[in-house]
């Protein structure tokens, strides 16, 4: 931890696995089994949120480049789990 408050990002911390992400799963509403959250999951999360007609376009777009970091952090984040090395 550093000054900044949060960790810095290195390789071997962009290749490990957040452990926050490791307490989130899903139940399946058919046989009620248990597994982790994959990106078809956790995209159409990030991606429900919508703004007000009327804000303005220059928040619009900085609200949907937030959107597309977060998916994209997450689906990498994803990638690191499942295929590892």
Same mark, same amino acid.
């Given at each position: 931890?550093?000054?900044l $408050?949060?960790? /810095?990002i290195?390789?071997?911390? @962009?290749? /490990? /696995? %957040?452990e &926050?992400?490791? &307490?989130f799963?899903?139940?399946?509403r058919? %046989? $009620?089994?248990?597994?982790l959250?994959?990106? !078809?999951? @956790?995209?159409?999360?990030?991606? !429900?949120?919508?703004?007000?007609?009327?804000?303005p376009? !220059?928040? &619009?777009?900085?609200?949907?480049?937030?959107?597309?970091?977060?998916?994209?952090?997450? &689906? /990498? !984040?994803?990638?690191?789990?499942?295929?590892?090395?």
């Amino acid at each position: 931890m550093s000054e900044l $408050g949060f960790k /810095q990002i290195t390789v071997l911390k @962009w290749r /490990q /696995q %957040d452990e &926050v992400l490791s &307490v989130f799963g899903k139940r399946s509403r058919i %046989d $009620g089994s248990v597994g982790l959250m994959t990106e !078809e999951d @956790w995209i159409p999360l990030f991606l !429900e949120p919508k703004l007000n007609e009327t804000v303005p376009i !220059e928040i &619009v777009r900085l609200f949907e480049v937030a959107g597309g970091t977060l998916i994209y952090a997450y &689906v /990498q !984040e994803f990638a690191v789990i499942a295929y590892p090395g």
